[in-house]
């Protein structure tokens, strides 16, 4: 039978994309990414640190005005030109391949260090059963958990009870990646997702009943109206929301290319934008009942034990669990949730990885994923599970962060909208496919109030790290790890996109042009076509 032109013919035929199987499979694992660490353990600090129960107003327009307007424009990218980052952005222009390969950059530069994390939520699961940090929950942390060094650099003294945490998420993660979009992302989400759920419910239903906790709601939801006339509160919703959504770094372009071609995409934005919300609220209430707990156990103001980011998780959320009633099982759903949060957002991460690489080089599933995989972990183990690891992570977290998801994403918004003029085209292309349909506000917000709003923080952000030394690490280590960093970005995005793309690519895609002659038949021209696969 293969001897056949016919079988032949099948026989030569590109494998078909991946397609999530349904509606419902996408907005899991859509939801999955978004919500993540910075969820749990970022969103309740910065919410009260800029205004309390007055933030949400800024943090509501900034959903509005930017966080759903730019899930929009991600899914409309990758749902109409059905391609990883780098085939959609070159798809819809030659010129712009760079930028799917700088979101690509940031996703690597991410992952490595992103495993790190979730080994460490992983073991203090554990800790939460033993209360291995004892009376001093920051001293062990930074001294017998991590043995920080004292200077920041790079050592390879590694930490085996980092190293054997991580090399586990590693190898999870990798199966869940070679099994594919359906077999492994969308199981992995449906079984990692409702657990988060189910899981910080019951965590957040806890601490509600602690001593003090209404002392730690109040603390949190109490408005200081003052604070809205304060620039920096707006631009902190701003930018928390760009960072909590999982837009503008490939993410959702990668997901939506998954995506069958009758999808209700601003429907399923929607559901998980609010979704996303309702969980980092969820997380507030939470984490400052617990907060006020430790507050009243301890006899000082809220103010004085309400911390973010790693000082939350494992400083802070350690003391309380030695001291509430019923500890152990706060910390460990607490832990738990952080481990799974990281598992679904880390897949995520990778995916626009792998995808780019299989698209561009026209690999098996298989065989991208071990390629791209298996280098990313031993980078990841080289250099994170070490004495040094925890400068280097938190180094490249704020760089990739501030100049490179925001500037990229400022980059893409002005090359979308004044470069190419594509934004009435993509919304013609979400009206087509969805129920809630978007006009001329879409656009506005897209081209005008979104750029405006990158801009300013990016140079607050310039302004900030220039001039100090961040974290008051060596100069050399901020200009390799920092801003040496952020230019490799750049630079490692152009000289990828110069790679030629392989005969076996999906560039010349037979199920891209049928998808594209259907989207013609119903007004949505792509006269880039021609010079795409040229």
């Given at each position: 039978?293969?001897?056949?032109?016919?079988?032949?013919?099948?026989?030569?035929?590109?494998?078909?994309?991946?397609?999530?199987?349904?509606?419902?499979?996408?907005?899991?694992?859509?939801?999955?990414?978004?919500?993540?660490?910075?969820?749990?353990?970022?969103?309740?600090?910065?919410?009260?640190?800029?205004?309390?129960?007055?933030?949400?107003?800024?943090?509501?327009?900034?959903?509005?005005?930017?966080?759903?307007?730019?899930?929009?424009?991600?899914?409309?990218?990758?749902?109409?030109?059905?391609?990883?980052?780098?085939?959609?952005?070159?798809?819809?222009?030659?010129?712009?391949?760079?930028?799917?390969?700088?979101?690509?950059?940031?996703?690597?530069?991410?992952?490595?260090?992103?495993?790190?994390?979730?080994?460490?939520?992983?073991?203090?699961?554990?800790?939460?059963?033993?209360?291995?940090?004892?009376?001093?929950?920051?001293?062990?942390?930074?001294?017998?958990?991590?043995?920080?060094?004292?200077?920041?650099?790079?050592?390879?003294?590694?930490?085996?009870?980092?190293?054997?945490?991580?090399?586990?998420?590693?190898?999870?993660?990798?199966?869940?990646?070679?099994?594919?979009?359906?077999?492994?992302?969308?199981?992995?989400?449906?079984?990692?997702?409702?657990?988060?759920?189910?899981?910080?419910?019951?965590?957040?239903?806890?601490?509600?009943?602690?001593?003090?906790?209404?002392?730690?709601?109040?603390?949190?939801?109490?408005?200081?109206?003052?604070?809205?006339?304060?620039?920096?509160?707006?631009?902190?919703?701003?930018?928390?929301?760009?960072?909590?959504?999982?837009?503008?770094?490939?993410?959702?372009?990668?997901?939506?290319?998954?995506?069958?071609?009758?999808?209700?995409?601003?429907?399923?934005?929607?559901?998980?934008a609010f979704a996303n919300s309702?969980?980092?609220?969820?997380?507030?209430?939470?984490?400052?009942?617990?907060?006020?707990?430790?507050?009243v156990a301890s006899g000082v103001?809220?103010?004085?034990?309400?911390?973010?980011?790693?000082?939350?998780?494992?400083?802070?959320?350690?003391?309380?669990?030695?001291?509430?009633?019923?500890?152990?099982?706060?910390?460990?759903?607490?832990?738990?949730?952080?481990?799974?949060?990281g598992l679904t957002s880390l897949?995520?991460?990778?995916?626009?990885?792998?995808?780019?690489?299989?698209?561009?080089?026209?690999?098996?599933?298989?065989?991208?994923?071990?390629?791209?995989?298996?280098?990313?972990?031993?980078?990841?183990?080289?250099?994170?599970?070490?004495?040094?690891?925890?400068?280097?992570?938190?180094?490249?977290?704020?760089?990739?962060?501030?100049?490179?998801?925001?500037?990229?994403?400022?980059?893409?918004?002005?090359?979308?909208?004044?470069?190419?003029?594509?934004?009435?085209?993509?919304?013609?292309?979400?009206?087509?496919?969805?129920?809630?349909?978007?006009?001329?506000?879409?656009?506005?917000?897209?081209?005008?109030?979104?750029?405006?709003?990158?801009?300013?923080?990016?140079?607050?952000?310039?302004?900030?790290?220039?001039?100090?030394?961040?974290?008051?690490?060596?100069?050399?280590?901020?200009?390799?790890?920092?801003?040496?960093?952020?230019?490799?970005?750049?630079?490692?995005?152009?000289?990828?996109?110069?790679?030629?793309?392989?005969?076996?690519?999906?560039?010349?895609?037979?199920?891209?042009?049928?998808?594209?002659?259907?989207?013609?038949?119903?007004?949505?021209?792509?006269?880039?076509?021609?010079?795409?696969?040229?």
């Amino acid at each position: 039978m293969t001897n056949s032109p016919a079988g032949r013919s099948r026989a030569a035929a590109p494998a078909r994309r991946e397609t999530f199987s349904s509606r419902k499979l996408f907005i899991l694992s859509a939801i999955g990414s978004a919500v993540g660490l910075g969820n749990i353990w970022r969103f309740p600090y910065i919410a009260y640190e800029n205004g309390g129960g007055a933030f949400l107003i800024p943090y509501l327009v900034a959903l509005l005005c930017a966080g759903i307007p730019l899930l929009f424009l991600d899914y409309s990218i990758g749902h109409r030109f059905r391609g990883s980052a780098p085939l959609s952005y070159r798809r819809l222009h030659r010129a712009a391949e760079p930028i799917g390969w700088w979101q690509v950059l940031i996703c690597f530069v991410i992952a490595i260090y992103y495993a790190a994390i979730i080994a460490w939520a992983a073991m203090y699961t554990w800790f939460s059963v033993t209360k291995a940090w004892g009376d001093d929950a920051e001293g062990f942390f930074f001294g017998d958990f991590l043995q920080t060094a004292d200077t920041a650099g790079v050592s390879f003294d590694f930490v085996s009870k980092i190293f054997f945490p991580m090399l586990a998420v590693w190898i999870v993660v990798i199966v869940i990646m070679v099994a594919g979009v359906n077999k492994g992302i969308s199981r992995a989400n449906a079984v990692f997702l409702p657990l988060l759920v189910v899981m910080f419910v019951v965590l957040v239903v806890q601490s509600l009943f602690l001593d003090g906790a209404m002392v730690g709601l109040n603390a949190f939801f109490t408005p200081d109206w003052t604070a809205l006339q304060n620039p920096s509160v707006w631009a902190a919703a701003f930018g928390h929301i760009f960072f909590s959504l999982s837009v503008a770094f490939g993410i959702m372009v990668t997901y939506s290319s998954y995506l069958k071609r009758k999808t209700d995409l601003t429907g399923s934005g929607l559901v998980v934008a609010f979704a996303n919300s309702g969980f980092e609220l969820l997380a507030g209430i939470g984490v400052f009942a617990a907060l006020g707990f430790m507050s009243v156990a301890s006899g000082v103001a809220v103010d004085e034990v309400a911390s973010g980011g790693i000082g939350l998780a494992f400083v802070a959320f350690p003391t309380i669990v030695s001291e509430a009633p019923f500890g152990a099982v706060l910390g460990v759903l607490f832990f738990g949730s952080l481990v799974f949060a990281g598992l679904t957002s880390l897949v995520s991460i990778l995916e626009v990885i792998v995808a780019a690489f299989q698209d561009k080089l026209g690999w098996s599933r298989k065989g991208a994923t071990l390629v791209v995989t298996i280098p990313i972990a031993v980078i990841s183990l080289i250099l994170f599970p070490t004495t040094t690891g925890i400068q280097l992570l938190d180094t490249s977290d704020a760089f990739v962060n501030q100049f490179g998801i925001l500037a990229c994403a400022l980059v893409a918004i002005i090359v979308i909208s004044a470069g190419l003029g594509s934004l009435p085209r993509l919304q013609k292309h979400l009206n087509v496919t969805s129920t809630l349909k978007v006009g001329t506000v879409w656009r506005i917000l897209v081209g005008g109030v979104v750029p405006v709003v990158l801009g300013y923080l990016l140079i607050n952000e310039l302004q900030s790290k220039s001039s100090e030394q961040y974290s008051d690490y060596p100069a050399w280590f901020n200009g390799v790890f920092g801003w040496g960093m952020a230019g490799a970005l750049i630079v490692g995005a152009l000289l990828l996109s110069l790679i030629p793309w392989s005969e076996k690519s999906k560039l010349k895609d037979p199920e891209y042009e049928a998808f594209n002659a259907a989207a013609h038949a119903e007004g949505d021209v792509d006269n880039n076509l021609k010079e795409v696969n040229s």
